[in-house]
């Protein structure tokens, strides 16, 4: 059922907005060239590319999608952001001096000096696509949230917010985007700090911060670092720091999202403070809200958590022919719930007994030694309380996926079955609702505001940066490079509002169709690894293999491309084992290759 709102929250909600909004369109109104409306005037200071670099990749999300795979499977994604501190130094090193020196508006106007025109227009094209795709999951993600909190329809939503994004980014341009998400990242980091001391405080008394630690850490949620070379497995050391490095160098390199926020920089020593500032603290923010969903997780251990977070898809099957079947897991999981709150109770309670009586005999002795005795007497009791926890976890599991109905008993998945047969368009997959309906129910009054407009402005924040780039790209090298004749800047100022109008449209028109996949985070980074390769191993030609000329980058980038979308089918296809990260260094790897034999075996007089 929808969620009514305090006023408070609405009063916060709304101001918090309408001041983003406001402020953006006023502080950066009446860009008179090109220069001042694409690069922002080169005015921007380094702390301020470094947040604008963070607010475009923090999107809703981030904070969405990111807390609900903590709190499905732990702290492990932490391990996909692992290749970003390297990649910052590479582009500090390469991208950015190269950039700098050509005073280029976009990131591909350098393929062409260094290729030829078609190159340039195929890789900005790659880029339209992904990116124009992203811009619209991206306005999905918090129509998500207002759906459930208001109850309005989803199409609606994404208008409203479309809508908002597209007044001052077409207002201002980039200077626009950057002065908004330098004010968003600062409501976003009080509203998530303020989100974990509200949690850490919703937890029992008798549970510690520490306990809520060790039962995480018991029961899996803390594992942090997977040295395997098991493909299957996602997210392992070595997917974040290969797959990871090459993903986040066509990222920050070569993403007109991300090239734009640091091109408006004073100088290259700020472009490049910026980009490094943004490597040292964007892991930590990662670790950060990961940390606030395996607290929820933690929670839910001693408070009820529904079968599924989706409360109007819960209604429906609830109303539905299939109520009764639905009310018996609901009744048999408060049972096991029942029995998971007794265990974690007890396992808090009995190693703080035993740490308690411990330390009172040693009292005397070093702290060193207090320590070691407290690992050990945690390593007694860690084991047992997994082993029984992973057992009634098992249950929970079988609970969703078996029936004792005969019409289900068969069915691989009786929990989205009853889902999906009480209504085709209800929703099953939960995992990013978690956070919200996690807000909207225990957060006290004021705070769910707060929180609310945490993510929108983070929503808005990369939205805005995306149709931006979008608009960037489409003047510049498509529309401009093929102009006849100069129009002069004024022109192409208003030709580029025109153009992020359009995509702000497009953007919209995408998040109409949108659904749910597995894991929205997931979904945005899969659709950025089937591109990225590819575009990053066309700009790594660029800048290391002067002997490789335009057609065969060309020609190399088409057949890469292909190759990438198939291996991609047919691992969701379960035909091959293929962790999507690595799709990033695969496609570098093919366009290289593919370029250097296209090259070799092309007669010399053909060689352009």
């Known amino acids: 059922m929808p969620q009514t709102l305090d006023w408070i929250d609405w009063a916060v909600l709304i101001a918090t907005l309408a001041t983003i909004v406001g402020y953006g369109t006023w502080k950066t109104r009446g860009s008179k060239n090109v220069q001042e409306y694409v690069r922002g005037g080169n005015s921007t200071k380094w702390w301020t590319i470094g947040l604008s670099v963070m607010a475009t990749q923090a999107s809703a999300i981030t904070f969405l999608s990111t807390t609900g795979q903590?709190?499905?499977?732990?702290?492990?994604?932490?391990?996909f952001y692992f290749g970003l501190p390297i990649a910052m130094v590479i582009i500090c090193m390469v991208f950015i001096p190269l950039y700098h020196r050509l005073k280029v508006y976009t990131a591909y106007e350098f393929l062409e000096n260094r290729f030829d025109l078609k190159t340039r227009t195929l890789t900005?094209?790659?880029?339209?696509?992904?990116?124009?795709?992203?811009?619209?999951?991206?306005i999905f993600a918090p129509a998500i949230i207002l759906s459930v909190v208001l109850g309005w329809n989803i199409i609606t939503l994404n208008i409203i917010i479309g809508v908002l994004v597209i007044i001052y980014t077409v207002s201002g341009g980039t200077k626009a985007?950057?002065?908004?998400?330098?004010?968003?990242?600062?409501?976003?980091?009080?509203?998530?700090?303020?989100?974990?001391?509200?949690?850490?405080?919703?937890?029992p008394d008798e549970v510690s911060f520490t306990d809520a630690i060790d039962i995480a850490g018991a029961t899996g949620k803390m594992e942090v670092l997977d040295f395997s070379f098991d493909l299957e497995n996602r997210y392992t050391v070595w997917t974040g720091l290969i797959g990871g490095t090459f993903l986040m160098l066509s990222y920050f390199g070569t993403d007109q999202s991300q090239v734009q926020r640091y091109l408006?920089?004073?100088s290259m020593k700020e472009m490049q403070m910026g980009l490094l500032f943004n490597g040292l603290l964007k892991v930590p923010m990662q670790f950060f809200i990961l940390l606030v969903g395996v607290m929820v997780f933690v929670f839910y251990q001693f408070n009820p958590a529904p079968l599924n977070f989706i409360d109007a898809s819960t209604q429906t099957v609830l109303a539905s022919e299939y109520g009764n079947e639905y009310k018996i897991l609901q009744t048999k999981q408060a049972e096991l719930f029942d029995i998971k709150q007794r265990l974690s109770l007890a396992y808090a309670k009995n190693k703080s007994d035993d740490l308690r009586a411990e330390l009172a005999t040693i009292d005397s002795l070093e702290k060193t030694y207090r320590s070691e005795s407290k690992f050990l007497i945690k390593n007694a009791i860690d084991p047992e309380?997994?082993?029984?926890?992973?057992?009634?976890?098992?249950?929970v599991d079988e609970l969703k996926s078996n029936s004792e109905s005969a019409t289900y008993k068969e069915k691989s998945n009786?929990?989205?079955?009853?889902?999906?047969?009480?209504?085709?368009?209800t929703q099953t997959n939960d995992r990013d609702y978690m956070f919200i309906r996690f807000i909207l129910n225990h957060l006290p009054?004021?705070?769910?505001?707060?929180?609310?407009?945490?993510?929108?402005?983070?929503?808005?924040?990369?939205?805005a940066s995306e149709i931006n780039a979008l608009a960037t790209i489409t003047s510049i090298d498509l529309y401009g490079r093929n102009l006849k004749e100069d129009k002069g800047d004024m022109h192409m100022v208003n030709v580029t509002k025109w153009f992020t109008l359009g995509w702000g449209v497009i953007a919209i028109i995408i998040a109409c169709f949108a659904n749910l996949a597995e894991n929205l985070i997931q979904l945005v980074n899969i659709i950025g690894s089937i591109f990225y390769g590819n575009v990053l191993g066309i700009f790594l030609l660029a800048f290391f293999f002067k002997y490789i000329r335009g057609n065969a980058v060309f020609i190399g980038a088409l057949i890469t491309q292909v190759c990438i979308i198939g291996?991609?089918?047919?691992?969701?296809?379960?035909?091959?084992n293929l962790p999507y990260l690595w799709l990033n260094l695969i496609g570098c790897v093919i366009v290289i290759v593919i370029a250097h034999i296209i090259q070799a075996t092309t007669p010399k007089t053909a060689k352009s």
């Open 177 to 203: 985007v950057t002065v908004t998400q330098k004010q968003q990242m600062f409501v976003i980091f009080a509203g998530m700090i303020a989100a974990l001391v509200i949690i850490i405080g919703l937890i």
């Open 264 to 266: 408006s920089g004073k």
């Open 385 to 395: 309380y997994r082993e029984a926890y992973n057992k009634l976890q098992t249950e």
């Open 414 to 425: 009786a929990l989205k079955t009853l889902y999906n047969d009480a209504a085709k368009d």
């Open 567 to 576: 291996l991609y089918f047919l691992d969701n296809a379960d035909l091959i």
């Open 124 to 138: 900005a094209i790659l880029f339209l696509i992904q990116r124009g795709l992203a811009a619209g999951i991206t």
């Open 70 to 79: 903590a709190f499905s499977d732990g702290m492990g994604f932490v391990q």
């Open 445 to 463: 009054k004021g705070l769910i505001g707060l929180l609310l407009a945490v993510i929108l402005s983070a929503a808005m924040s990369s939205t």
